[in-house]
């Protein structure tokens, strides 16, 4: 959730800038081989899970099958992350002027025609709300299956998403779509208090740190149910607190099976970067932001990560617009 914001700043970010919101800052990523970064990923995976791990294959499956159901058949081929906008955009009051696109986002990180998968928020402007997004997209080929999720008289409604629009933030990897060498990472029966995404973040926090490792990718929620929230419409009124944010989100626990789309940074770099972000979408009309498997006992995740070789942070939102710096939506 959102930290702490104070009332000073809600007429703080009207009217960013046009220039703000172009700029582009590039870091090169640490890309450990996926020998040491798999056992990394496994030995913080079987402290939390009964049956956990974690594989380098030199090919991944055809991720545009079932279950995973993505845009591309990879996620190789010069992966990289984006960064794109933040929550001082949203809160505390929703700036309605910060869009982009996935289009120019591309341009960006010097991949034109790139597949995209991620987390971020919609755009208002097409859909008409405020929703959550789930990129998943390959410019190059024409094929969007992006989704959003808004919520409709207090229940969560996935809907398809024909557009490349992207509201005020977005955490997305970007690659050539390709098939290529990947993590291969299994977890089932939480024994621990770390979901599984934690377990994998956390490790490369502590692992790696500042010096700067990226991962991206996709997992599906085989078994079990998951906590996840979907953000209604822009608040009327500013949202100054944690537990203002936390009135204003709707929180559902969800079914499974569920793809979620993942991308996660070992340290902040400098670059005010958000951490960790995953969104899921499915195929049974639910989706929007994870937060943690709620069915420990029965929960069964399975996925593909890659590590990214740059990061790019695009439209940065200036210190002086808002104090909110933690995670949200
Ligand atoms: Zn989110």
Known sequence: MASATSNESVHAIKDVPAEVLAAVEKKALHVPSLDELSAVLQHALQANFANASATPVEVCPDLTAAPYHLAAPGINGSPRLADVGGVPYLIPTANRNVLFDLQEVATKVDLPGAFFIGAGAGSWKYIGTNCELMPNVHLGASNNLTTTAIVAHDKCELRPYDTTQVGVLCNVLASEGVRGPVVHVKASVRTGPKDFLSCLHQAIVSRYGQQGVGLGGVFVIREGKAKIHVMPDFSPVPLCSDAEV?????????QSPLVCLSTMVSGDLGLDLRLTHT????????????????????????????PAEHIYRIG???PCMSPVHGPAN
């Open 279 to 306: 969104h899921c979408f499915s195929n049974h009309g639910e989706g929007g932001h994870y937060h943690y498997d709620t069915t420990p006992e029965v929960v069964e995740y399975e996925g593909y990560l890659v």
């Open 316 to 318: 940065r939102p200036q």
């Open 246 to 254: 936390d009135q204003w989100l709707k929180f559902y626990e969800m």
